[in-house]
DNA sequence: ATTATTTATATCGTGTGCGATGCAAATATA
DNA sequence: TATATTTGCATCGCACACGATATAAATAAT
């Protein structure tokens, strides 16, 4: 067998396993806050923009509605945001930032930098940054495209 | 809020967006065996070397044991692998492919020629492969390193 | 206006991931 | 040799992910 199946030959294994070890190096920073790295991700589409239904924002982090209900239940019951039902469209449940959800942007400001110098090094680096940008966006834009 | 928390900007979420699309790209090509895509990954690690603890497997694919061994077990409800103690170590159980789990590499063959075809676009070619594997071996490296 | 279809969200079931913890076998130490 | 520590694997609990499916509201078609 050549080496086709090789671990090491295997683009998705890394990404799958870089994707990992990042979420984890978050972890500590976030599970002082109560937070897991989707609900980050879920907090930081409401910074950029307030009161979206549940389909944009599942549609931001092009994950499925059913991953994102619950979490945003867990979220509500935290009393990090509100879910209430849409005015213009009752089928809508629009998602809210409350007082301490506002406040966590503040209380995790410093996040991005420690996790973003965490993964310097030798080939990633300030310049190096969006060429690899490019090609993951690539990868997700091209695999978007064939189902979804 | 200067750019900082913006989506846009995060290497975390592009790295778990695309490893979860390129997942999901293996979906149908594994599920028509009845393998997941974690599965597949322990099918290569024994497909490179037979008759591995569970240890090693794990420290392969850089996954906790607790992580592992349900899925060794799934996998041996399907008669993919056995799991026997072994006999140096008494804690140690010893996984080894059965003839179905040796017969999938050959019907599995075409899996990675597929998925490589998949990804294949303007930023990620032969050429630009071995660069981007660098970045995520050093990145991967890197956080291994300031942990276990 | 009635019916059919689409859309937004939710529920259910299965399979990871992983922190916390337990246990027995192996090894190190006293 | 008796005891302490480490190691390999396992169980438990919780939080994703996602395919399959359900339900009600909105929209399209007749």
Do not use: H, W, Y
């Given at each position: 067998?050549?080496?086709?199946?090789?671990?090491?030959?295997?683009?998705?294994?890394?990404l799958y396993t870089a994707s990992r070890l990042i979420t984890q190096a978050y972890h500590p920073l976030l599970a002082q806050h109560g937070l897991t790295y989707p609900q980050y991700l879920v907090l930081m589409t409401l910074w950029e923009k307030d009161a979206q239904p549940v389909n944009d924002i599942a549609k931001r982090l092009m994950l499925e509605t059913n991953t994102v209900t619950p979490?945003?239940?867990?979220?509500?019951?935290?009393?990090?945001?509100?879910?209430?039902q849409g005015k213009k469209d009752a089928r809508q449940m629009i998602v809210r930032?409350?007082?301490k959800g506002h406040g966590l942007q503040t209380k995790l400001m410093s996040v991005p930098e420690t996790v973003g110098s965490a993964i310097l090094c030798e080939s990633v680096t300030p310049?190096?940054?969006?060429?690899?940008?490019?090609?993951?966006?690539?990868?997700?834009?091209?695999?978007?495209?064939?189902q979804g």
């Open positions: 067998m050549d080496g086709r199946f090789k671990l090491d030959n295997q683009l998705c294994f890394r979490l945003l239940k867990r979220m509500e019951a935290e009393g990090i945001v509100t879910r209430s930032l409350t007082r310049e190096t940054v969006p060429g690899l940008f490019t090609m993951l966006d690539d990868i997700i834009l091209q695999l978007k495209g064939k």
